[in-house]
T-cell receptor, first 112, second 114 residues
Framework: SQQGEEDPQALSIQEGENATMNCSYK?????LQWYRQNSGRGLVHLIL?????REKHSGRLRVTLDTSKKSSSLLITASRAADTASYFC????????????FGQGTELSVKP | DAGITQSPRYKITETGRQVTLMCHQT?????MFWYRQDLGHGLRLIYY???????DKGEVPDGYVVSRSKTENFPLTLESATRSQTSVYFC?????????????FGPGTRLTVL
């Protein structure tokens, strides 16, 4: 069963707007990661946030984690057409070794 | 070039045939993973390996076999392909362990079983 569930499933915005994607999960985690997948390509790691962190930034990306609500959000600021892709959250529990459990993803479309 | 590669990139086969998908990484990562990606199911883990000669089942292992005799290679075999195994298959590798387990993905193999 999927650990992460993402919301919304699809998001369409104009260039320059901010995009927010949410991820909820069910069990305890050690870290949560966000990946991006361009059409027809493999996933690319964007950012990792540990369970003892609440917020993390990387360029135009901002990730928050609320372990009490078992949820995370990914904010992309000042979006560009090149940000068009699917975005996946993935959770890690070290008791399960190196495995990640992925959500079903949010499909982001940024219109120029 | 360093990285993770998969072959073939596209494969069409028939029901009942054996198919092997290859995965090769040049980082000497301990962990390697096989996922399948299907609409409505996201990425699901098939098998993973923590080191050479150590493999373990993931969420959807039935119908698949893996081996890992060398750290850099992690082939996935469909012993008798079925239509339900039509999917896009991704191999990934990572340092794994308890502190930092970012995964690096290959470009994928699109498999069609007729």
């Amino acid at each position: 069963s999927q650990q992460g569930e993402e919301d919304p499933q699809a998001l369409s915005i104009q260039e320059g707007e901010n995009a927010t994607m949410n991820c909820s999960y069910k069990t305890s985690i050690n870290n949560l990661q966000w990946y991006r997948q361009n059409s027809g390509r493999g996933l690319v790691h964007l950012i990792l946030i540990r369970s003892n962190e609440r917020e993390k930034h990387s360029g135009r990306l901002r990730v928050t984690l609320d372990t009490s609500k078992k949820s995370s959000s990914l904010l992309i600021t000042a979006s560009r057409a090149a940000d068009t892709a699917s975005y996946f959250c993935a959770t890690a529990n070290y008791n399960q070794g190196g495995k990640l459990i992925f959500g079903q993803g949010t499909e982001l479309s940024v219109k120029p | 070039d360093a990285g993770i590669t998969q072959s073939p990139r596209y494969k069409i086969t028939e029901t009942g045939r054996q198919v092997t998908l290859m995965c090769h990484q040049t980082w000497s990562h301990s962990y390697m993973f096989w996922y399948r990606q299907d609409l409505g199911h996201g990425l699901r883990l098939i098998y993973y390996s923590a080191a050479a000669d150590i493999t373990d089942k993931g969420e959807v292992p039935d119908g698949y076999v893996v081996s890992r005799s060398k750290t850099e290679n992690f082939p996935l075999t469909l012993e008798s392909a079925t239509r339900s195994q039509t999917s896009v298959y991704f191999c990934a590798s990572g340092v794994g362990g308890s502190s930092y387990n970012e995964q690096f993905f290959g470009p994928g193999t699109r498999l069609t079983v007729l």
